[in-house]
């Protein structure tokens, strides 16, 4: 597992004091990056900046602990789970700790960050480090005022004791704490130690969300500033050629309408009139190429895979030989449409651009990047132009992209007004940055009844798998493996979508392995085993999954899954992962309703290491099953001379609350350090549905959505 | 401009506002009630739901001029502490995940429960099916309701 430590990362350079003038004791600190030697830490709670330091601790003189934290929340919990890790080493109780993320209701501090998309895998040692450094000098503190050495103090729950049974609580000794050296070499807790780290803690925002009050970016309001909507081309590769906007115009609060670039902004009073505004907008559109289709998608990528011009992203022996060799060849062709992220909150972003300064406000997952192509767009100094981050109403990666910042930019730096952009259910639909449609092609060879060879071949739109992806399962099991890559350029926007790649990858993976199973005629838990015995011990550094750990998940999900022994009129799929450092298996259990298989059941197994908020970790693996599910069962999306066909949720098909499964989730325990659960148990869902909907209906799948592709055979809900 | 007079919550606003306006944008930009969420503007997700005189309605379809004199409830209303029984359910079994969807979860939920008190699993879905939540808390939503019936009966 690797650490995100410098061999300079000390706490002197991440962590400095100050005795506050109301009283109490401020921890300012830097993760991830040293403090500026001259950065001061604030003596004032009313004048916390994120310029200087991305994090603050107070621990007031009545003992009570308040976090300052500046990460962005999509949704993932990570609000919640990075304070639990400081709280637990500074060895308070959790009910004391108050988390504050500078939201929008507190107007008492400026909030100027960078590193937002840091997670809690990255957080796991350096946040701890400050909490067990505050402990330590608060301990320090205490133990000067008794005359003792500080070794012979101990802690619980915010109260410092020594040998002879006296007592201070932090609050009393923070005074002097706060003027003590920063120390080093501090000892953190051995994890069967952890009170906090693995007990359950509700979301911290939670009574603002169930008492709405403003939290997300489409609530930000400030005084003076005016709504806008913007026209964006109808079809990727239209430009305008131009318009009319009198009628626009005519209405009463439309202040202004502004072309920039191939879009046009509306400006008014209110959200409902920009919107009004834009829809009595006329334009007429161009374009100097043919526009795109989803059956030209079809057959470019259909195409590419037969082609013969790939990058080879791993080779291991000969898959050549192997095929060559062969007594059977299984090549099988898996497809999926593009796919847009929905995010619950369309997008939106306010900008005030000024003579002076740049400001942004609103839900983004990359401030600092966001803030950076500003500044370049603008032609700004960087040092000009802040971004400040709302919770977010949803992200699955399309809020890594600043676009919508972009605009509401450029339109407050025309208009020479604070500006709030608001895109409606259509615009965000309709000017996404979508999960590209993919097409895999997977062939194995055969060979007395073993598997030989692996090849596999992506076809995608404007990018490729990426990083360790080739060296996921079964990189590693198959002496002959391949994985070659070959991508279409298109104009319309593409990028991460929850679990980039493998929430397809993993589809047809877990689906072929089944298929093989079958084809061999060996049980296909036992293929899936036998295959990671062969990675045990295997060197390669670029094989970070753990057979150990992926063969552990499969066992108990075989175990807690009643894998084999259901009750008739049950068929069962199953699926087993690993991506983003975390090992998951599942089970689905489906059974047939008028012959429609329906979903009833997923068993979840996850291995993510240490759990820091069992309650908040099974949250994300809930949501993930079944966002893995709909997405596999009901997502599609097509373009037609170069125009998304669906705009909204009237035709867009997502999963809704009848249609869902019971999830049920199993931690492997661990003492290893964390790792992500945002994504990993969305991409091995498909195929344990799909696997199952075999079982019931013999009936496999090879292309998303389901719903479609089952159409004739047996209809899906 | 028409002006329109409003009894939400309990109490009453004046609000001046073109009478197509969605109550929805009357709420969040005219009004400053922004618990009341924007999510697809067509009655198919049901983030902006609300009562009016008690049932769950899509504010994001209701125009402003059609709302007379009936009484509005949005989530604001639903308590100030969060300690309505169906507030405490969804904090007891920490439902959100972004959040962004849960006002509107919960104004359809508590509308259901003052119609039926002791729903079934089943009744419980149906009657929730006209929200989305694209995190996908589905399983906490279906318990959330279960507890919260529990709580009120």
């Not at chain 1, 300012?28 to 200087?52: R, T």
């Not at chain 2, 922004?34 to 983030?47: E, M, P, R």
């Not at chain 2, 259901?112 to 939503?141: H, V």
């Amino acid at each position: 597992m690797k650490q995100i430590q410098s061999p300079s990362f000390s706490r002197r350079s991440f962590i400095k004091t100050s005795a506050l003038a109301g009283g109490g004791m401020l921890i300012s600190f830097n993760l991830f990056q040293a403090c500026k030697p001259e950065a001061a830490p604030p003596v004032d709670i009313s004048q916390l900046n994120f310029n200087d330091f991305n994090a603050f601790i107070k621990i007031a003189d009545n003992g009570m602990v308040t976090i300052f934290s500046p990460n962005p929340e999509i949704g993932q919990g990570v609000k919640t789970s990075m304070p639990m890790l400081i709280a637990e080493e500074l060895d308070v109780a959790w009910d004391n700790v108050h988390v504050v993320q500078g939201a929008l209701d507190t107007k008492n501090f400026t909030r100027q960050v960078a590193g937002g998309s840091q997670s809690l895998r990255h957080g796991w040692e350096p946040l701890r480090q400050t909490g067990a450094t505050a402990r330590q000098m608060l301990i320090n503190a205490a133990a000067a005022r008794w005359g003792v050495d500080p070794s012979t103090c101990t802690t619980n729950n915010g109260i410092i004791s020594n040998a002879n049974g006296d007592k201070l609580g932090y609050g009393e000794v923070v005074k002097e704490a706060a003027n003590l050296d920063v120390p080093e070499n501090i000892t953190l807790k051995n994890p069967k130690d952890f009170k906090i780290i693995g007990s359950d803690a509700n979301n911290v925002d939670i009574d603002k969300i169930i008492t709405g009050k403003p939290l997300f970016g489409l609530d930000y309001k400030e005084e003076g500033m005016v709504y806008a909507v913007v026209m964006r081309p109808p079809a990727f590769g239209n430009t305008l050629k131009d318009f009319d906007a009198t009628e626009a115009k005519a209405i009463p609060g439309v202040h202004d309408v502004i072309r920039f670039g191939d879009k046009v902004a509306v400006l008014a009073k209110d959200t409902w009139t920009a919107m009004k505004g834009k829809k009595a907008l006329k334009a007429n559109w161009e374009s100097d190429e043919a526009l795109e289709n989803t059956e030209g998608h079809d057959k470019i990528l259909t195409d590419l895979l037969n082609g013969t011009e790939f990058n080879t992203m791993r080779a291991d022996g000969d898959v050549k030989k192997a095929f060559a060799e062969a007594d059977e060849v299984v090549e099988r062709t898996y497809e999926s449409p593009f796919l847009p992220h929905n995010c619950m909150e369309p997008m939106n972003f306010f900008a005030d651009v000024t003579a002076e300064k740049v400001r942004l406000v609103g839900p983004i997952q990359t401030p600092a990047g966001t803030a950076r192509r500003v500044a370049e767009l603008l032609e700004r100094d960087p040092e000009q132009v802040s971004v400040e981050m709302t919770r977010m109403g949803g992200g699955f990666g399309r809020r890594l992209y600043g676009d919508f910042a972009l605009e509401v930019a450029e339109i407050s730096k025309l208009a020479k007004k604070p500006v709030k952009l608001v895109y409606s259910r259509e615009d965000d639909m309709g000017a996404g940055i979508y999960r590209p449609s993919i097409k895999y092609k997977i062939s194995a060879s055969i060979k007395d009844k073993k598997i030989t060879g692996y090849h596999l071949k992506e076809a995608s739109v404007n990018s490729n798998m990426y990083g360790l992806i080739p060296n996921f399962f079964p990189a590693g099991a198959i002496e002959n493996y391949q994985v070659d890559v070959a991508n279409y350029t298109s104009k319309i926007t593409t990028g991460a979508w929850r679990a980039p790649y493998t929430n397809f990858l993993s589809f047809a993976e877990q689906s072929f392995f089944d298929e093989l199973a079958e084809i061999l005629e060996v049980d296909r838990i036992k293929l899936r085993l036998d295959l990671l015995q062969k990675v045990k011990g295997n060197t390669d550094e670029r094989i970070q999954y753990s057979p150990e750990r992926l063969e552990k998940v499969i066992n108990v999900a075989v175990e807690k899954s009643g894998w084999g022994k259901t009750e008739e009129g049950v068929y069962q799929g199953f699926s087993a992962y690993y991506c983003h450092n975390t090992h998951v298996a599942e089970v689905a259990d489906v059974v047939l309703e008028n012959d429609v298989p329906v979903v009833k059941k997923v068993t979840c197994i996850v291995d993510c290491g240490i759990v820091v908020n069992p309650l908040g970790a099974k949250n994300q693996i809930e949501g993930g099953v079944i966002d893995g599910i709909g997405h596999a069962m009901y997502g599609d999306f097509s373009f037609k001379n170069g125009e998304p066909q669906d705009k909204n949720f009237n035709t867009y098909r997502l999963i809704r609350i009848n249609e869902t499964p019971v999830v049920e989730t199993h931690f492997i325990e661990s003492d290893i350090a964390p790792t992500g659960l945002g994504e990993p148990t969305l991409p091995p869902a498909g195929a344990a549905v799909a696997n199952a909907i075999k079982a019931a209906k013999g009936i496999r799948l090879y292309k998303q959505p389901f719903i479609k592709h089952m159409k004739a055979k047996a209809p899906l809900g | 401009m028409p002006v329109y007079n409003l009894k939400i919550n309990g109490k009453s606003h004046t609000v001046e506002a073109d009478q197509d306006t969605p109550l929805l944008w009357v709420l969040r930009d005219h009004l400053d009630m922004v618990g009341t969420k924007f999510g697809c503007g067509i009655g198919q997700c049901g983030a902006c739901t609300i009562h009016i005189d008690g049932s769950a309605t899509r504010s994001c379809l209701l125009q402003v001029s059609n709302v007379g004199d009936m009484e509005i409830t949005t989530i604001e209303g639903v308590s100030e502490d969060a300690s309505h029984p169906i507030q405490q359910a969804w904090k007891e079994v920490d439902v959100p995940q972004c959040g962004y969807c849960q006002a509107g979860q919960i104004m359809s939920a508590t509308a259901f429960l003052s119609q039926n008190s002791n729903p079934t699993k089943s009744e419980i879905r149906d009657a929730m099916s006209g929200n989305i939540c694209r995190c996908a808390s589905y399983n906490r939503i279906e318990r959330a309701v279960e507890l919260a019936a529990s709580k009120m009966s």
